[in-house]
């Protein structure tokens, strides 16, 4: 099988091709609002059924980030995804389908690595094809708890986790809260960077604009998306 | 090049069984195994070499968090995987400080497969090292293997040079530094820079430098450059406040080192600042260039 087809597809209202199986790619906007909905999106609305998702969630709390997944994909099977909640608040299981993990604190990295790799091997035995995708909402908000060789270290560990099992990484990060230094470092564990802004002109129904940078076959240009 | 792993576990038939399949797993890969059953012996084996350690977390002397927390110390670019049947939720990381060590499940459905896809990754990538590395670091690394740099005659022009440097610029530290695969060597130094010792990659500005296209790096004040900030406490103590580094960048294009001025007080650098330091380390690469043709040519004479 090539590397090709094991690329990972989205659903029709995203205007990105498929991406390399093993990539990390950024995504990028300021402000976050519709770049974090792009992100989650981009992990959950999948157009194969039996794919797994992990997420790292560091604002939401596991059923906030639930509820949010269930707006774009309401049909969403919780059964194959997983969420480390770094918010604090910790809520038990419950009665949320999804298997969730927390760590006290997002200045926990080690904690959050280990509980990621630990829920990502569970994960890729029960995904068809060991196919995972993981997001992790925020880099940015990690940023303010830790220094950046630690950060760097936590990303680039994540980034050749999914690289060895073939999975796909989204990670969320708002360009305007970090020095031109930190983006730069930063950027360097990413295959390639989905840059997002406000939709500029007519079209109300639309959620904002993408432009994909560094990967391989993408549009050319601002393209407009809507969720 | 031989990939250096430490592999740990207090029970000799699953270490052995780790190894094996691991070797047969890993295939074309070179990588030497060295074992050991206890945290002792496992930190008698790490030196700055081991590229990745594979520990189980319980051990008779201690804990796998244990040995980690000590190769992060050791041999800080080394990737580090617990592989074990303890379950992360049990295992207390508050040691560890923020390092990242990856896990494995001993008894998960494909843990030894996975195992061996991510110890290649992680040695391969070298993911768990806190900076990022050029993307040519493998060339660049055999490029500076090519070149004969311990030499006096090569030192006194390259100390020449570092003089130069810090007069220009009226500093009191300059020098030139050689990056390696895993440490930093001040090759040629001027005033207090001589007092310096090797330093790890990890702890080093230059490392940072290499990575820059146009081939020079300038810090106003390294206790506000996001990069530098944790660690400006020391570097402010070795006399760097201020720091400029232009590379070293070989024939080939290749960049083995930079060199560097140093002060003590937070400036600002112009850009024919940024272009006289890059002229003087283009002289020092001169110099270093001339030197290892003139020794090629020296000996093949010799042979004749």
Redesign the interface.
Known sequence: MSRDDDAYTFDERLPINPIQAGSTVFVSGEGFSSATDLARSMVVDSTAEEEGSLFISTNQTCGKLLDNCRRTRPGLDASRMGIIDCTGQDIGQAELAAQVRYVSTQSDLTGIGMKFSALYESLYASAEGGRVRTGLLSLSSLCMYVDLRKLFRFAQTLSGRIDSAGGLGVMLIDPTTHETQTINTLSQVADGKIEVREHDGDGAEYDGELRVRGLRDQPDGWVPFSL | MSHRVVCVDSNDEALEATVEHLQSELGGFDAGFETAGTVAAAEELLTAETDAVVTEYSLPDGTGIELIAAARERCPDAGCI?YTDT???T?D??E??????????KG????QE?LA??L???IE?S??????LPQNEAERLANLEAYDLDDEELMASLNRTTELAAAHFDVPRASVNIIGEHSQDFLACYGGAENWDSMDR?ESICT?TILESDNVMAIEDVTK???F??RSESLVGMGIRAYMGANLVTDSGLVIGSLCIYDESPRPFSPADEAFLRTLAELAMDFIEMHTRARTTGETEGDR
């Open positions: 617990l379950d992360p939720e295992i990381t508050t560890l400080d923020g390092s990242i060590t990856e896990y494995v499940g998960s459905l494909f843990g996975r896809k991510l290649r990754t992680t990538s993911t768990q090292r806190s900076y990022p990890e940072f450059d996001p990069r900030e944790s």
